[in-house]
């Protein structure tokens, strides 16, 4: 009895250290998501949405190199490198790979159907729509003009090489290259919320597992 009295005033210190991610962030453990597996969710994310799934691929590869854990000095987090108010105001939790993605793909999306534009969409996701619409294009900051410049180099190779989760069937979602850049399915929707609060209740469970062992 005094043992879980210990754990789970331990589990409410964790909480109160972790607010945002709590005890997933605290007791992470490795899995098997590869560089692979992470490509195939962006590619089907991109398709949901409607968005060029090579320019997705090349955001991510600028934005973190396919790091899920990255996080950079000014607290973008994540795949997608969502900053916490941007996530905030999404509706997602950049801590989750899935939310992560989605959350990128969806604000990227709705800055190219606002501009109208894919580089301006991207000069809009690196410095911010203010400063697209206050310079009426791409904003002379020497950080924005190379970022718009490396992720269109990325997506011309892609579209000279493309990687492979582009143009093989791994499942349903994931079309032939050609035909995903053109195609905007109806049918194949964004995981909804009750998905993702399932696989988030499936990741907790295994969190829990490896700390019930741990201190038995």
Same mark, same amino acid.
Do not use: C
């Given at each position: 009895?005094? +043992?879980?009295?210990?754990?789970?005033?331990? !589990?409410?210190?964790?909480?109160? !250290?972790? =607010?945002?991610?709590?005890?997933?962030?605290?007791?992470?453990?490795? $899995?098997?998501?590869?560089?692979?597996? %992470?490509?195939? +969710?962006?590619?089907?994310?991109?398709?949901? /949405?409607?968005?060029?799934?090579? %320019?997705? !691929?090349?955001?991510?590869?600028?934005?973190?190199?396919?790091?899920?854990?990255?996080?950079?000095?000014?607290?973008?987090?994540?795949?997608?490198?969502?900053?916490?108010?941007?996530?905030?105001?999404?509706?997602?939790?950049?801590?989750?790979?899935?939310?992560?993605?989605?959350?990128?793909?969806?604000?990227?999306?709705?800055?190219?159907?606002?501009?109208?534009?894919?580089?301006?969409?991207?000069?809009?996701?690196?410095?911010?729509?203010?400063?697209?619409?206050?310079?009426?294009?791409? =904003?002379?900051?020497?950080?924005?003009?190379?970022?718009?410049?490396?992720?269109?180099?990325?997506?011309?190779?892609?579209?000279?090489?493309?990687?492979?989760?582009? %143009?093989?069937?791994? $499942?349903? $979602?994931?079309?032939? /290259?050609?035909?995903?850049?053109?195609?905007?399915?109806? $049918?194949? +929707?964004?995981?909804?919320?009750?998905?993702?609060? +399932?696989?988030?209740?499936?990741?907790?469970?295994? %969190?829990?597992?490896?700390?019930?062992? /741990?201190?038995?």
């Amino acid at each position: 009895m005094k +043992k879980r009295g210990i754990v789970l005033g331990l !589990l409410f210190t964790i909480n109160l !250290l972790f =607010p945002v991610t709590g005890i997933h962030k605290a007791f992470s453990m490795p $899995d098997s998501i590869t560089e692979d597996t %992470i490509k195939s +969710k962006i590619v089907r994310q991109a398709i949901n /949405y409607g968005l060029d799934p090579a %320019i997705a !691929l090349s955001v991510a590869k600028q934005e973190s190199n396919f790091n899920r854990a990255a996080k950079s000095p000014v607290g973008a987090i994540g795949l997608f490198q969502l900053m916490p108010q941007t996530a905030e105001d999404l509706g997602v939790n950049p801590y989750y790979i899935n939310e992560n993605i989605e959350g990128g793909i969806s604000y990227l999306k709705s800055l190219k159907d606002q501009f109208g534009s894919t580089k301006l969409a991207l000069a809009a996701y690196n410095a911010g729509p203010g400063a697209v619409n206050r310079y009426g294009g791409i =904003p002379p900051y020497h950080e924005t003009q190379n970022y718009v410049k490396n992720i269109m180099y990325y997506y011309q190779d892609y579209q000279k090489n493309p990687d492979p989760v582009l %143009i093989r069937r791994n $499942d349903a $979602d994931i079309q032939d /290259y050609q035909v995903a850049v053109n195609v905007q399915n109806e $049918d194949q +929707k964004p995981e909804t919320p009750d998905e993702v609060q +399932k696989q988030q209740n499936s990741e907790n469970k295994n %969190i829990f597992a490896h700390f019930w062992e /741990y201190i038995s």
